[in-house]
C-alpha cells in the first residue's frame, strides 16, 4: 500500500490563517496594473449637453465641433471629451448651463391644492404633483381657491428673483368677478388700494369680457402680498369668483392642462433671470445686477449711475458747471432707466364658463 502523499494529509484550520486578499482586476482596454474607479463622475460632453435640452445627440456633436462650446473658459471642439457638470463651467455661445443640481417645474396648480410644504391638515400641495427627488419648494404664494401658473423647485437665487418686489417681475392673471367694474374701479386699480401692509396696485388692467352678472379682467402685478387681488377688488365691491394666474414674466402657461407639469429648459430659466435683473440693472450697467438694488426714478440719475471723477465719492452730487450741466454729462440730460421689454400674452387653457 502506496504511503500518503502531502495531498492526502488533513488540512489544519487555525484561527491564525488569513485569506488572501484578490488582486483586483484590470481595467478594460488598458494595460496589466493600470486601474481606473468604476465611475469617476465623467460624462461626455454632448451627452451633457443633451440632457441640459440643447437638442439632439448629433446635433449637441455639431456645437461642439464648431467651436461653440467652452469649458471652464476653454473652447473644447473634440468630440468624445468627458466632463463634470457638477464642478465644471460648461457654455455654450457664451451661455452657462444651469448646475444640474437645480431643478425648475412648471405647474397648473388646481384649486384646493396648497402651497405650503407643511400643512398640518394633510391637504393636497403643489410639491405633491411634481417628482420628488430634491427638496422642492413653490415660489411665491398661489391660495387654495387660486388656479394656474406656479413654478416648484429648489434654486434659492431663482425665488429670490422671481418673488421680491425690488426685482418687479410680472405676474399676469385672469379674473372673474361678481359685476361689471367701471372705468373709475379700473383707474383705482391702477393708482393703488390701501391694504394693512401697505398700497397694492395693480400694473396694468383691462376689461376682457362682460356678462350680466358678472366680467372678466386681464390684471399684471410685479409684487405679491397676502390675496393680493380679492382684497383689492373686496374693496371696491366686486368679489372674485375665479383667479387664475397665466403668466410669469416672459413664462406663459400654454396649453398645460391642471394638474399637470414640466420641466423648464435651460433656456427658459436663462430667460426668466435675466428679465429679472433686467429690471434692476439696466440704468445701472454691468456689475450691479446681481447687487438687487431698487433703480432710480425717472428723470434723475441713480447714485451709482454718476462717475467718480468730478464728483467726489459715490452718492454725492457732480460739481456744476457755470451753466447748470454736469461735468460728466455734457448733454444736460439725466440718465434714464431702459424700458422694461413687453411679455408674451398668456393663455387661459382651461377658463371656466364664466357665471350670468
Not at 404633483?129 to 391660495?143: M, N, Q, S, T
Request: net charge positive.
Amino acid at each position: 500500500m502506496p504511503a500518503p502523499g502531502p495531498a492526502d494529509k488533513p488540512s489544519r484550520i487555525t484561527s491564525r490563517r488569513r485569506p488572501k486578499p484578490a488582486a483586483p482586476a484590470p481595467s478594460r482596454g488598458g494595460a496589466a496594473g493600470a486601474f481606473r474607479p468604476v465611475d469617476d463622475g465623467l460624462e461626455r460632453l454632448q451627452k451633457v449637453l443633451a440632457a441640459a435640452g440643447l437638442g439632439s445627440r448629433r446635433a449637441c456633436e455639431e456645437l461642439i465641433t464648431t467651436g461653440r462650446v467652452e469649458v471652464d473658459r476653454k473652447v473644447v471642439a473634440e468630440l468624445g471629451s468627458r466632463v463634470d457638470p457638477r464642478r465644471q463651467e460648461i457654455r455654450v455661445d457664451g451661455e452657462r448651463l444651469p448646475d444640474p443640481k437645480r431643478v425648475v417645474f412648471m405647474l397648473n396648480k388646481p384649486v384646493g391644492v396648497v402651497t405650503t410644504n407643511y400643512d398640518p391638515s394633510g391637504r393636497p400641495r403643489v410639491v405633491d404633483l411634481v417628482p420628488g427627488e430634491h427638496r422642492l419648494f413653490a415660489i411665491g404664494r398661489l391660495d387654495r381657491m387660486s388656479e394656474g401658473l406656479i413654478l416648484v423647485t429648489n434654486d434659492g437665487e431663482l425665488a429670490n428673483l422671481l418673488a421680491h418686489p425690488r426685482y418687479g417681475v410680472e405676474k399676469k392673471y385672469l379674473v372673474q368677478v361678481a359685476g361689471v367694474p367701471t372705468t373709475e374701479t379700473l383707474d383705482k386699480l391702477r393708482k393703488g388700494i390701501q391694504l394693512a401692509e401697505g398700497t397694492a396696485r395693480a400694473q396694468h388692467v383691462t376689461l376682457k369680457t362682460q356678462h350680466k352678472q358678472s366680467s372678466v379682467l386681464e390684471m399684471v402685478l410685479d409684487e405679491g402680498k397676502n390675496r393680493e387681488i380679492r382684497r383689492m377688488l373686496a374693496q371696491l365691491g366686486h368679489k372674485v369668483h375665479q383667479l387664475k394666474r397665466v403668466a410669469v414674466g416672459t413664462l406663459s402657461l400654454g396649453g398645460l392642462l391642471p394638474g399637470q407639469h414640466r420641466l423648464l429648459a435651460w433656456s427658459e430659466i436663462d430667460a426668466l433671470r435675466r428679465d429679472a435683473l433686467a429690471h434692476v440693472g439696466s440704468a445701472r450697467g454691468p456689475g450691479h445686477e446681481a447687487r438687487g438694488r431698487r433703480p432710480a426714478p425717472a428723470g434723475r440719475p441713480g447714485r451709482f449711475d454718476r462717475p467718480r471723477d468730478g464728483g467726489g465719492r459715490p452718492g454725492k452730487p457732480p460739481r456744476r458747471r457755470p451753466d447748470g450741466r454736469d461735468d460728466e454729462h455734457q448733454s444736460g440730460r439725466p440718465l434714464r432707466p431702459a424700458p422694461r421689454p413687453r411679455k408674451r400674452p398668456g393663455k387661459a387653457s382651461s377658463w371656466r364658463k364664466p357665471r350670468g
